[in-house]
């Protein structure tokens, strides 16, 4: 796919996605990052990107015209994915990378000041928040999605199963994890992991998945797709906790 990214500054690109899985997947072009400077699209010789705003205020805001050339020159896709960064936005989600991710390309707006121009949102099939606090500038959040979607290319994962087995990426937070020492600091494994029997393993994944999403997101369980199964597992976490605060 096609990353393309409107910055005024550029220079803090690729920043932290030139290192590991990301900078791999980029300089393996699986994905091709293209990153432009905002200031390209104006036309004073002070080559002005913000102005004062209407009805007065602090701040500056910046000005639709050099994000309209921009876009007009660098969305070549129907299907682009045009996106603007504002905590004013839709909270970024897995849903959301992995529609981005199904594109053939994403343009990215970054804003700075006070943001953007309203009629620029005119132009935008996105714009996302990566949270509920306000940053500098959209070139960090832009990092964030781009890392988010990237994980979502073919390819990009060394082992295919592991965005499907990520928070969210079915409605649920993942299960717990542990590796070697099977005992650490009087601390041990669930027996069940190393018992090796897979059924017994996937289910414990599966309930565990489901147990820490009730427990801190019951916010994703209200809305997650649960199987039967998914079910009687919850009337298990369920009945263990009544017979624990007894
Ligand atoms: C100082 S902020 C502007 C904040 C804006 N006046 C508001 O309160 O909504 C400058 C830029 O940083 C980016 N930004 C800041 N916080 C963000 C967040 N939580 N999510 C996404 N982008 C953010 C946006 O691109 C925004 O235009």
């Known amino acids: ?105 994403m343009v990215i707006i970054c804003g700075r000041y006070e943001g953007v121009d309203e009629r620029v949102r005119g132009r935008l099939t996105h714009a996302v928040s990566v949270g509920d606090f306000v940053l500098t500038g959209g070139e960090l959040p832009a990092m964030i999605i781009i890392d988010a979607v990237l994980r979502l290319v073919p390819g990009v994962l060394g082992d295919e199963d592991s965005a499907p087995s990520d928070s ?33 393993v996937r289910r414990w994944r599966r309930k565990e998945a489901l147990r820490r999403t009730r427990a801190l997101r019951p916010d994703l369980l209200t809305r997650a797709q649960l199987s039967d199964e998914d079910k009687a597992l919850l009337r298990e976490i369920e009945e263990e906790e009544r017979e624990r605060t007894q």
């Open 1 to 105: 796919m096609f990353i393309d990214v409107v910055t005024l500054f550029p220079e803090m690109f690729p920043g932290p996605l030139a290192g590991s899985i990301t900078g791999r997947a980029l300089s393996a072009g699986l994905a091709d990052m293209r990153v432009h400077d905002l200031r390209e699209w104006t036309h004073d010789a002070h080559r002005t990107a913000d102005d004062r705003p209407f009805g007065g205020g602090a701040g500056m805001v910046m000005t639709p015209g050099p994000i309209f050339e921009a876009l007009d020159d660098v969305v070549g896709a129907d299907d682009a994915g045009v996106v603007l960064m504002t905590p004013a936005g839709t909270p970024f989600d897995q849903e959301i990378a992995k529609d981005l991710a199904a594109r053939p390309q």
């Open 168 to 200: 969210f990426y079915n409605g649920l937070l993942d299960c717990p994890h542990y590796t070697r020492p099977a005992v650490f600091r009087g601390m041990a494994v669930p027996d069940v992991l190393r018992r090796g029997d897979h059924g017994e």
